[in-house]
């Protein structure tokens, strides 16, 4: 059972990146999955979630307008499209996996946990 981030690398400010949470192992449609970041220094901070059906999305403020999470389930995947970055937004980028996102998607646990992927936005 793992789930693999992928996608992140270096870009300006203003520019997009899309991360992807690919699940190896079990079936990704049984589970919500959120997106998670933690900036050097800081505490993780929940980034976004999406129901088991993509039905229902979450998003933290910071990131509300800007970034948009998807997923395909037949490809066993899910997407974060981040545009119009900010130098704030540099962070490693964890995806994870649980039953149901949830009112508490942001502070309830997790039952698997991807990797991190950097992302880094220059000024």
């Known amino acids: 059972v793992q789930l693999q981030a992928s996608g992140g690398g270096l870009v300006q400010a203003g520019g997009s990146l899309r991360l992807s949470c690919a699940a190896s192992?079990?079936?990704?449609?049984?589970?919500?999955i959120g997106w998670f970041r933690q900036a050097p220094g800081k505490e993780r901070e929940g980034v976004s979630c999406?129901?088991?059906?993509?039905?229902?999305?979450y998003y933290a403020d910071s990131v509300k307008g800007r970034f948009t999470i998807s997923r395909d389930n037949a490809k066993n995947t899910v997407y974060l499209q981040m545009t119009s970055l900010k130098p704030e937004d540099t962070a490693v980028y964890y995806c994870?996996?649980?039953?149901?996102?949830?009112?508490?998607?942001?502070?309830?646990?997790?039952?698997?946990w991807g990797q991190g992927t950097l992302v880094t936005v220059s000024s």
């Open positions: 192992g079990f079936t990704l449609d049984y589970f919500a």
């Open positions: 999406i129901s088991r059906s993509g039905g229902s999305t």
């Open positions: 994870a996996a649980r039953p149901t996102c949830g009112g508490s998607w942001f502070t309830s646990p997790y039952d698997y």
